[in-house]
Structures are given as C-alpha cells and as structure tokens.
C-alpha cells in the first residue's frame, strides 16, 4: 500500500466520495472524516457501516479510522459496536493485524478499559 497525504474534505466531498464505488476514493474519505471532521458521531457511524464492507479497502480504512477517533478525540460512542466490528475483522487473517493494531490504540487512547 503507497503513502498518500489526505485531504481535508468537507462532509458532502466526503458523502460524494463514499457513494463514488471507488475504493481508494472511500478509504481517503473515511480516513479524512476522521482525521478532519468534529461530528466524531457521525464519522463513527459511517466507520461502522464500512467496517463491516466486503470491500477489503474500505474496511481496512475503517478500522483504522476507530484508532484514529479514539487518538483525536479520546472516545467513541459507540464502544460495544466498535468491539464487534474488529471481532469481525479479526476472523479474517487479512485484517487481523490491522485490527489488534486498532485494538492497541483504543487501550491506549481510551479512558475505559477494553
């Protein structure tokens, strides 16, 4: 996977990019939703919906995105969801990884115990 900067994006570019079936185009919108946006609610939910893709890409950017909310911001609203969502992707060994690395950040980022 190749290094690119992310753009802050407004919410509709992010909307427009989430509807746009490119995968590259989601993860750059999810990953800039939560690096950029301050409805942590909103980006948490879009997260979800993703994290859950058959998409490969845009899953991996979603569980990303949930150690990014958790670093930023310092929780996440919806912890019980997000844990079922990286138990998910534990199960495939493809994002495995990603998702302890994920699971590291939210022990470190979180004030409650995970």
């Known amino acids: 996977?190749?290094?690119?900067?992310?753009?802050?994006?407004?919410?509709?570019e992010i909307e427009t990019q989430l509807t746009s079936g490119s995968s590259s185009l989601?993860?750059?919108?999810?990953?800039?939703?939560a690096l950029y946006q301050e409805d942590t609610a909103w980006v948490e939910q879009?997260?979800?919906?993703?994290?859950?893709s058959e998409d490969f890409v845009a899953r991996a950017a979603a569980l990303q995105c949930f150690g990014h909310l958790a670093r930023l911001h310092g929780r996440l609203?919806?912890?019980?969801?997000?844990?079922?969502?990286?138990?998910?992707?534990?199960?495939d060994t493809r994002?495995?990884?990603?998702a302890s690395d994920v699971r590291g950040d939210l022990k470190m980022f979180l004030k409650k115990r995970i």
């Open 95 to 98: 994002l495995a990884g990603r």
């Open 26 to 33: 989601i993860a750059i919108a999810l990953i800039s939703a």
């Open 1 to 12: 996977m190749l290094y690119t900067d992310i753009p802050v994006l407004s919410r509709q």
């Open 77 to 91: 609203n919806s912890l019980s969801s997000v844990e079922k969502c990286l138990a998910e992707a534990e199960k």
């Open 46 to 52: 879009i997260c979800l919906r993703y994290g859950n």
